[in-house]
């Protein structure tokens, strides 16, 4: 005779207590389970010039003023963003905003910018 073991889904039930401990241990999968908290941030550097950066990589711009700043990507000659839009140019509001660095590998902002990376642990994988 075989015995099937049923895999508990707690769905909703995750937040009672008695369940959490399933959340972050599942013996059936064999491992110990991270939960997400937020995103991890690297600090780059400041966009007073030219930085590189991987394409599609997320960015976080931090904005230390109160005033709404640009930023502006493109290739390695990119120059800098001036005080209206223009193409390839984004606005940056006071604190942290968020872009994705699509097919730009550049990215140029003023000295009140400061660079952010999403620091992705994630590996992407080709197969043939």
Known sequence: MINFLKRADSGRGTEDP?????????SMSGGQKNLSVGPALEYVNVLTAAVAVQKGVQLFIYNNTAADLFVKMGASGVAAPGSVPAADTFPCAPGLTSYSAADY???RGDA?????????ETVVRNNP
């Open 105 to 107: 590998s550049h990215v």
């Open 18 to 26: 008695n369940h959490i401990v399933n959340t972050q241990y599942n």
């Open 112 to 120: 009140n910018l400061y660079l952010y990376i999403l620091r992705d």
